[in-house]
């Protein structure tokens, strides 16, 4: 039984050691961390975000980004000053924010929008 | 910065240690004693940590000084509680030592312990922000729990996770997990660092082996120690599933001190702190899971039961001191469950004819029958599998009927089935997507149970030891026989 056993980790081992080398960080949340940071850079810690896309809802998408923007929260329905665009492809901004009602507030790298609600 | 990252880690192994050096006898080779006390210790002190963390924020604001304050003040009490009340009654263990070639058992176990390791090591070195859980609910709760304002509060606020769909919104979760991160990351003044998160799973993951071979230990001696430490390290789903950083492997430790405990209770006659001890494992394992929750009332019962059938002395004192462990923690989760937590998160869309039209499907109790039966397969690795290692045992070994039917076994075993039971009630009347919830769930509800499944089957199983005596007098008889058939020419 004890080398039964001793098999069973060792082969679990060698098999788990081939996965971590070919799927590493299978969410990519190290890139949404980093892709994210300025957001977290330029708000209070506290700051309830509302949130745009150019995709359609994607659960893994949205708690990936709302690890990343943590302790900022995502919001829904909440009052809120702030929206985060999160782009899948370059566009206008611009245009995109104004077609929700928002008003561009900075552009940052990799697809990342901040935009304002104008009127609050 | 890593000075103050190894105190903040280093605390709860010294409280916890603390705590239970003052409730547990001194179990004597002393190896197996301190093995016992440091691992149940750390899961202890974790659990005490997070309660004092949650408790001072509640009571007194986000202040690091007085998360502090608090903390030195509970490691004080544990000190002097140790000095003063420390158990001085030595309990001498059953089995004795190693001897000739049975050394090869302890040197394999520690062969699979230090693979194992390593494993834990690369995979959180691939994967640091550990599984889908773990950003999703447990480390992100604890981000925010970790806030020095008013905004600690968003952890079991309605709107988290709101966008992602009802099935991802868990704000009414328990809070130890969490909470002992946010405890740490708000020490370190830095919620992004995913040493303290892996240093969690890592100590769940090695304090539970460590409670199963010190547990064994004390019960039933070193080779079924060391024979129910490889079964844990040999199941393939425990070391994945100890890299991922969820919940469900501090549950399972806690299932496990219970039933440890439990049987200690049972089998000492004087030693009152194990009766505490027990109870605060019931308290941790309800402020760790939901599933916990109806542990700690399952297993509750159970022992209750069992302490009725077994006719044992002092039962109203040992209900007064289970209660004494168990009751502040399970007031905090009470609490936090009836004034805190977001109604209906996680079961909001469960209502009664929901629950009735899914009861009444027989094609989902299929459904749930077949993924448990690919989950357990999955529990190994073709024929390295844990259930295929206890037959193994429970054949060479053997089953001694009347340790089958001790009321402590029994109440150990109502209290693993009628949870699992409960797991399955869940599972059929969900009102999310059956297959998306046994997919995503099922697997990591097992692993809740299979720490104390495997303690469960090594403490009823007779030793080596055990089968040795046995088998002695029998072969001197098969001997003799021999000799007086060559004798008469026979």
């Known amino acids: ?120 | 910065m890593m000075l103050v990252l190894g105190l903040t880690l280093l605390s709860p192994l010294i409280v916890g240690y603390l705590i239970a050096r003052s409730l547990l006898p001194a179990y004597k080779p002393a190896w197996a004693g301190v093995l016992l006390t440091t691992s149940l210790g750390a899961g202890l002190g974790v659990g005490a940590l997070s309660f004092v963390f949650f408790l001072t924020r509640l009571l007194v604001g986000p202040s690091t000084a007085a998360a502090l304050t608090s903390e030195l003040l509970l490691a004080g009490i544990s000190g002097a509680a140790c000095w003063v009340t420390r158990n001085r009654e030595e309990v001498k263990i059953p089995g004795g030592t190693p001897s000739g070639w049975s050394w090869l058992l302890p040197a394999a176990l520690l062969v699979a312990a230090s693979m194992a390791l390593a494993l834990f090591l690369d995979t959180s070195a691939a994967d640091p922000y550990g599984n889908w859980d773990a950003w999703a609910i447990w480390n992100l709760r604890a981000k925010l729990l970790a806030q020095q304002d008013s905004s600690w509060r968003n952890a079991f606020s309605t709107a988290l996770n709101q966008l992602a769909g009802a099935g991802a919104t868990h704000g009414d979760y328990p809070l130890l997990l969490s909470g002992y991160i946010a405890r740490c990351w708000s020490l370190l003044g830095s919620v992004d660092d995913t040493t303290v998160p892996i240093a969690v799973a890592g100590l769940f993951s090695f304090a539970t082996v460590g409670l199963m071979v010190g547990g064994l230990a004390v019960l039933r001696g070193w080779s079924a120690a060391t024979l129910g430490g490889m079964v844990l390290l040999g199941t393939a789903a425990f070391l994945l599933d100890s890299s991922w950083q969820f919940a469900d492997v501090p549950l399972g430790f806690y299932y496990l001190a219970v039933l440890i405990l439990f049987f200690l209770v049972m089998g000492s006659q004087s030693t009152s702190g194990l009766h505490v001890l027990a109870g605060l494992a019931l308290g941790c394992a309800a402020w760790t899971k939901d599933e916990g929750m109806l542990f700690a009332l399952v297993a509750g019962g159970s022992f209750l039961a069992s302490l009725l059938v077994s006719r044992k002395t002092g039962r109203n004192k040992t209900l007064v001191l289970l209660a004494a462990g168990a009751l502040p923690a399970l007031a905090i989760v009470l609490y936090f469950k009836i004034f805190l937590a977001p109604k209906g998160s996680s079961w909001g869309p469960l209502t009664l004819s929901v629950a009735l039209h899914n009861l009444a499907n027989p094609s989902r109790y299929a459904r749930i029958l077949r993924a448990i039966w690919d989950e357990v397969l999955q529990l190994g690795t073709g024929i390295a599998h844990p259930l295929i290692y206890l037959t193994i045992l429970a054949i060479c070994l053997g089953v001694p009927r009347d340790r089958l039917r001790q009321p402590v076994v029994v109440a150990s075993c109502a209290a693993l089935l009628i949870t699992f039971a409960g797991y399955c009630f869940m599972y059929t009347v969900t009102p999310y997507s059956l297959d998306w919830q046994l997919g995503t769930s099922l697997g990591r509800l097992l692993i809740q149970l299979v720490p104390s499944g495997i303690f469960l089957c090594m403490a009823v199983f007779r030793t080596a030891e055990e089968t040795a005596i046995q088998a002695a007098p029998s072969g001197r008889k098969s001997e003799k026989k021999r000799a007086a058939k060559s004798r008469t020419g026979r």
């Not at chain 1, 082969?11 to 799927?23: A, K």
């Not at chain 1, 709302?66 to 929206?83: C, D, S, T, Y």
Request: charged content about 20%; overall charge positive.
């Open chain 1, 1 to 120: 039984m004890a080398l039964l056993s001793l098999y069973g980790t060792i082969e679990f081992y060698s098999e788990q050691l081939e996965r971590n080398r070919t799927l590493k960080d299978p969410y990519r949340i190290a890139i949404q961390m980093e892709r994210l940071e300025p957001i977290r850079r330029e708000l209070p810690p506290n700051t309830p975000l509302g949130y745009v896309s150019d995709v359609a809802p994607d659960s893994a998408i949205i708690l990936t980004t709302q690890f990343a923007v943590a302790p900022m929260l995502l919001v829904g329905k909440a009052p809120h000053e702030w929206v985060l665009g999160n782009f899948t492809k370059p566009q206008n901004y611009a245009e995109f924010g104004r077609a929700h009602g928002l008003t561009m507030f900075k552009e940052f790298r990799n697809g990342v929008v901040l935009y304002r609600q104008p009127h609050k």
